[in-house]
């Protein structure tokens, strides 16, 4: 006799209305089950369908106007025929589910410890507050949050992207679930947080028997965690097995390329251009610093960094979060003024400079943000968006400007006619090639890219960083790669710097870095990178 599944899902289609005629298909005929206590990773590129097929599991569509068909059972209960208030029964105590922004997902307003007591009430309503406090504090403590009774009375922002994923967790767990869906739980963390997160996963699956349904763009993070793999793409399955079968010995050219397009931490980087030691030096910080607030309530972000860039020559800026990468990288384009050190461009001391003086030198160090989305006008087309720095220098007429941002446009690889569409309009790995082609459009000769990829699939991924070795190659920029990404620093880096605490410990050509690293916190982010090929891993 074998037992009924914990998840069946046969034949699953979501389609979503649109302007036009017909509907998209997001999900088109999905089939897949997962056994009691098993784990299956859904992986694929953006738009593969991952998120909206994890949706459907608990009937997250029920009410959107999506149209929903197939078949979805969990532990039993049937979510397609299910109620409203049999859908909120299922909620928690049977399949609970952890969302990819914390923070969007938790009440800024509200104690962290409040909301998973509200969550555990509103199934268990005999229980007293008291007994809904002490469980919140209970599972924060069980998924590492220290001095859980203290840090329960804490609001959302008083936590780390790392500790708000794990009050998710928490909440979650409060009611003892019989499966976990986790989307994309670990996008966006630094290298041990999200070894933290992932192991925090596999102890409670071994502890409590759940079931885990983990949605991933990072084969490496699926190749760690789960025993099934489910690849999609448009919307369908194109393959599914057992999780080193599938990574092995992949049958289908789609999972073989979103393989190939993996970044490894262990493969040497690809020479772009003959090497340039002995180029001029661009920038060059001595002892720089950066401190926010005043008194003892000050807090030192960034303390006596001394740092190098040479014309034409990436350097790779690695850490934690906290560890004071992004302050830097906005202090070397003097977005922040330094509040000690000095920070000179072409040999003249920049660090001090008021804005007015430092327009002459906007043009020649820029900046790529980490989110694309918070760093364009919603309500502006992208050809005026990345028009602005050209009517700011004022050296160029309307239609020499309109010129220039089509030229810039098809440079990063998108159509010229897009010049009048809005950033809605685009996917992520769209917008963040037009703010790289803004970057570009006052021809800099220095580009600080902050966690250019950080949220993209590993084949968009590949093409950003692809574009910008091409773009350094043709046009001689200098480059300052900021990410917590350890392995796709690699693929773009010719000096490797890493920071802690903000201050370097570890500084050198990227090679050297990471094959001898000497500082053991370098050692230990190097350790804490998932791998795709786990029996290569160093001893």
Sequence with gaps: MTSEPLVAVDGLTVAFPTAGDGAVRAVDGLSFALAPGGALGIVGESGSGKSTAAFALLGLHHGTGARV??????????????????????????????????????????????????????????ASRRAARARAVEVLDRVGIADAARRARSRPHEFSGG?????????????????????????????????????????????????????????????????ELL???????????????????????????????????NVRRAPLRAPEADGAVLLESTGLRREFGRGKHALTAVDDVSLTVRAGETV????????????????????????GGELRYLGRDIGGLKERELRGFRSELQMVFQDPVSSLNPRRSIGE???????????????????????????????????????????????????????????????????????LDVTTQAQVVALLGELQRDLGLALVFIAHDLAVVRQVSDRLVVMRGGRIVEEGPADSV?????????????AAVPLLEPAKAPA
Excluded: W
């Design 385 to 455: 968006s990345i028009a602005d720095p050209l009517r700011a220098l004022g050296k160029l007429n309307d239609n020499q400007i309109t010129s220039r941002v089509r030229e810039l446009l098809e440079r990063v690889g998108l159509d010229a006619g897009a010049y009048h569409r809005y950033p809605h309009e685009f996917s992520g790995g769209q917008r963040q090639r037009v703010g790289i082609a803004r970057a570009l459009a006052p021809e800099p000769k220095l580009i600080v890219c902050d966690e250019p990829v950080s949220a």
């Design 163 to 227: 500790m708000r994923q794990r009050a998710l967790i928490a909440m979650a767990l409060a009611l003892q679930p019989r499966l976990l869906v986790a989307d994309e739980p670990t996008t966006a963390l630094d290298v041990t947080v999200q070894a933290q997160i992932l192991g925090l996963l596999r102890e409670l699956r071994d502890e409590t028997g759940m079931g885990l349904i983990l949605v991933t763009h990072d084969l490496g993070v699926a190749a760690g965690s789960v025993d």
């Design 231 to 265: 690849v999609m793409k448009d919307g369908r399955a194109v393959e599914q097995g057992p999780v080193r079968t599938v990574l092995d010995a992949p049958r289908e050219q789609y999972t073989r390329e979103l393989l190939s397009a993996v970044p490894r931490v």
């Design 316 to 339: 790779g800026v690695v850490g934690e979060s906290g560890s004071g990468k992004t302050t830097l990288g906005r202090m070397l384009v003097r977005l922040l003024e330094p509040t």
């Design 514 to 526: 990471y094959e001898q690293p000497r500082h053991p916190y370098t050692q230990g982010l190097l």
């Design 69 to 126: 068909t197939g078949s979805v059972r969990i532990a039993g209960h049937d979510v397609q025929a299910a109620e409203d208030a049999e859908l909120r029964r299922l909620r928690g105590p049977v399949a609970a589910m952890v969302f990819q922004d914390p923070l969007s997902s938790l009440d800024p307003y509200q104690a962290v410890g409040d909301q998973i007591a509200e969550v555990y009430r509103t199934h268990r309503r005999d």
